[in-house]
């Protein structure tokens, strides 16, 4: 287990190089510090289930860099997936969208769907950029514990099982984002979180 400095100017390098070989990297977010395996190492996603003692019904959201990443990662994007996609990205919003056949089970696990994001964070950017654009990503805590907006907290709660901790300060937004799914034009909203349901909901009934 290694903690370096979000300001080394190593940091970005060396995180997207523990990512390629399959180690798991925490890394600051707007939201809270989340711990990243890369989406086509299956053996690390599985890693990030045993350090959080996380239920293997949950599927593990991504975080990416660029919007050219949904057709990479998503089938069948729509207009409203678009819309919320380019009015809340980057920022506190997941969207949960049918998953690309080449992704991983243990990213997706039975549902057939991932759940995308872009964070408003140029550390985890950065990160997410130099690992190929896409990493598998969750909140950096014990399943079902509070949780971390420090690197302190993140190192307290996942120890020696993390690789590699990025240490960016304290994050500026504590909650987790808004997760939200689109059912037959439908918006159905899964997780309340930092962003406001009724603004995504207002900007699908924008034309």
């Given amino acids: 287990m290694r903690v370096i400095a979000a300001n080394d100017a190593a940091a970005v390098d060396e995180a997207a190089r523990v990512l390629r070989e399959g180690g798991l990297v925490v890394f600051p977010t707007d939201t809270v510090y989340g711990v990243g395996a890369a989406v086509d190492r299956p053996d690390a996603v599985a890693r990030m289930y045993v350090a959080k003692g996380r239920p293997l019904d949950r599927p593990i959201p991504v975080l990416i860099a660029d919007l050219d990443q949904l057709e990479r990662l998503a089938r069948d994007v729509n207009d409203a997936i ?3 996609a380019r009015r809340f990205w980057p920022g506190a919003l997941t969207i949960v969208v049918p998953a690309q056949p080449w992704l991983p089970v243990e ?7 991932v759940g995308l994001r872009m964070p408003d964070h140029p550390v985890a950017l950065a990160i997410i950029r130099a690992a190929g654009g896409a990493v598998a990503t969750t909140s950096a805590n014990r399943s079902g514990e509070r949780e971390a907006c420090t690197v302190e907290e993140a190192v307290a709660a996942l120890g020696e099982t993390v690789d590699l901790y990025v240490d960016g300060g304290r994050t500026p937004g504590g909650i987790p984002s808004t997760v939200v799914a689109l059912q037959d034009g439908e918006i159905r909203i899964l997780r309340r979180g930092a962003l ?12």
């Fill in 107 to 113: 990213i997706v696990r039975d549902t057939g769907a």
């Fill in 82 to 84: 678009l819309r919320l």
């Fill in 196 to 207: 406001d349901p009724a603004l995504v909901e207002q900007a699908l009934r924008e034309s």
